[in-house]
């Protein structure tokens, strides 16, 4: 089975930068769409940024300018580049990504466990 694994959450200070990077590992064949969404305590998961095998990108307007989303397709790692953090970017991060399974023709959704970050003073 497919397995999505996020690193790099942690706190840090308003202003400050963090990297993000989630790995997918399994049978895979290949990985088309992949994204990042968050969720805050008591709000409904958003999406933050999206990028296609491709390259091509889609941005919430919250991270936009700040934020920026990358590929390696040879590794089947998604990466996001978090800069000037404010406390309303504060949740738990999930990786996401829509993957065709070598025994598979379709493609299916999976998700990873997430990563906190915390943006306080």
Known sequence: QVQLVESGGGLVQPGGSL??????????????????????????????ATITRGGSTNYAESAKGRFTISRDNAKNTVYLQMNSLK????????????????SLVTVRGYWGQGTQVTVSS
Request: proline share 4%.
């Open 19 to 48: 990297r993000l990077s989630c790995a997918a590992s399994g049978s895979i064949f290949s990985i088309a769409t992949m994204g990042w969404y968050r969720q805050a305590p008591g709000k409904q998961r958003e999406v933050v």
């Open 87 to 102: 406390p309303e970017d504060t949740a738990v991060y999930y990786c996401y990504a829509d993957i065709l399974l070598q």
